[in-house]
């Protein structure tokens, strides 16, 4: 790279470097280099984070879900699946779902934010599982938005566990949005920030009776539990929810970080990224992570850029806001609580519009928008499952808005129910060793 590399050049060499990565290995979200006594071959790689109880248990409640599937292990036991089990989101806790691309020292002058994700699940996860992975990136589309120029980057990912067997796989959309203020590097110069921002929101503030609406909506939404919801009694335009998520704060963040974060050494950084000292040494090594908080002057890495309302700008946004991995998980539980024990989330797809700002409350609702019988075929091969059979299916159309009206996070979900002529879900699903890739213009609407 020249020195007086221009910004179009740079970007135009971000999309030449990551076109020649697709369909290779993402080296990404990987388990720490030795001496570490994880398994370093691969793919698939060996994920450093098991699930057992106790870490399923503190996922699901940081991402306000109490349900005691995921929290109890003898309500679980006495469950359909005789055992807890895990939110299938949190599958991507064990790899990142969306890849960013190219790399080099000091970055390319890319805002990068995650843009949603699209499972495929075959099975439950069920507490005690150990898990490997494999990520590729699939596509790179090139799409004009209201920022100029986005690069959406597909990847796929595929999840098996210590037994072979593939519980999902997920499709991750990373958008990259060149800023001309970063010049020809990852971070905006000093003296630029604040030149130019992606959006212009202050924090919202309540009434005492907008409080009290919100709360009555949330102590509104019920959780249906063991009671199966049968797929006879449902019908085309029923709606769910609503389900809403109180202010986001600054405990939610930490949360993320927490069960994320500390629980793997990705790409070599710091295993606690809280701790001042290791991310300060190691952000004196490296270029690309480093930025410089404007009033302290001290290096910190870009993962601060989400919840400190100083660095927040240089991903051009004027306050704290939330990661998009963590969002895209938090809807299931308008399905899960809605569905009740006995359903079981087949696809599920969410898409991030606008970011969560700091005190930022969503409203999630769904309706039921087709109702009809799928048929699931699969092989008796390493990590697939053999067999063939109906399933009774719904497709379910999301919605998450914020408090001031903006669409935040619509997604689309296949939801297979008990029935009382056919009984109850069939699991695993049917499925072959290497199910065939979604892309994106399929998934991104009505995947039913």
């Given amino acids: 790279m020249s020195a007086q590399q221009t910004f179009e050049e740079a970007v135009a060499e971000y999309i030449e470097q990551t076109r020649a990565l697709m369909d290779q290995e993402v080296m990404e979200n990987l388990p720490p280099d030795p001496p570490s006594p994880i398994d370093q071959s691969g793919p698939p790689f060996e994920a450093t984070l098991r699930l057992d109880e106790r870490t399923i248990r503190n996922y699901a409640l940081s991402i306000g ?18 055992s807890q089990i895990a939110p299938g989101p949190m599958l991507a806790l064990i790899r990142y779902p969306s890849a960013h691309g190219a790399k080099r020292p000091q970055g390319y002058p890319l805002a990068n934010f995650i843009s949603g994700t699209a499972w495929e699940f075959y099975d439950v996860i069920r507490a005690g599982s150990k898990f490997r992975s494999s990520k590729v990136t699939k596509e790179l589309l090139e ?15 595929y999840y098996h566990d210590f037994h072979g067997d593939m519980p999902a796989k997920c499709y991750g959309t990373q958008i990259m949005v060149p800023q001309r203020s970063m010049e020809s590097s990852r971070a905006v110069p000093r003296e630029k920030l604040g030149q130019h921002m992606m959006y212009e929101r202050k924090a919202s503030q309540y009434t005492e009776e907008q409080i009290q609406e919100y709360v009555r909506q949330i102590e509104g939404f019920p959780r249906r539990g063991a009671e199966p919801l049968y797929w006879e009694d449902v019908e085309v335009g029923d709606k769910i929810g609503p389900f809403v998520l109180p202010p986001w704060s600054l405990q939610d963040q930490v949360s993320r970080h927490f069960m994320d974060y500390c629980t793997k050494a990705a790409e070599n950084l710091p295993g606690d990224q809280l701790a001042f000292e290791p991310s300060y ?10 930025r410089v908080h404007p009033i302290t002057r001290w290096p910190w890495t870009p993962g601060s850029e989400h919840e400190d309302a100083l660095l927040a700008i240089y991903r051009g946004l004027p306050g704290p806001f939330d990661f998009g991995v963590q969002r895209v998980q938090i809807p299931a539980q308008l399905l899960t609580n809605w569905m009740g024990d006995e359903g079981f989330i087949r696809r599920f797809y969410i898409a991030l519009r606008k970011p ?3 005190g930022d409350i969503t409203i999630y609702t769904g309706e039921v928008v087709k109702k009809f019988k799928e048929i699931q075929k699969g092989v008796d091969a390493p990590g697939a499952a053999p067999g063939e059979i109906e399933y009774n299916a719904v497709g379910i159309s999301i919605d998450g808005n914020n408090q001031v009206g903006e669409s935040q996070a619509p997604g689309t979900a296949t939801v297979y129910l008990p029935s009382r002529e056919s009984g109850p879900v069939k699991l695993p699903i049917p499925h072959p060793a290497k199910p065939p890739f979604v892309n994106y213009n399929t998934y991104h609407k009505d995947w039913y």
């Fill in 356 to 358: 969560v700002f700091y």
């Fill in 281 to 290: 040494y190691h952000s004196r090594k490296t270029g690309e992570w480093v």
């Fill in 143 to 157: 799409r004009e938005g209201s920022q100029g120029k986005l690069v959406f980057l597909i990847s796929e990912v």
């Fill in 65 to 82: 879900d109490d349900n005691p599937l995921f929290t109890d292990p003898e309500y679980g036991k006495r469950s359909r699946y005789g």
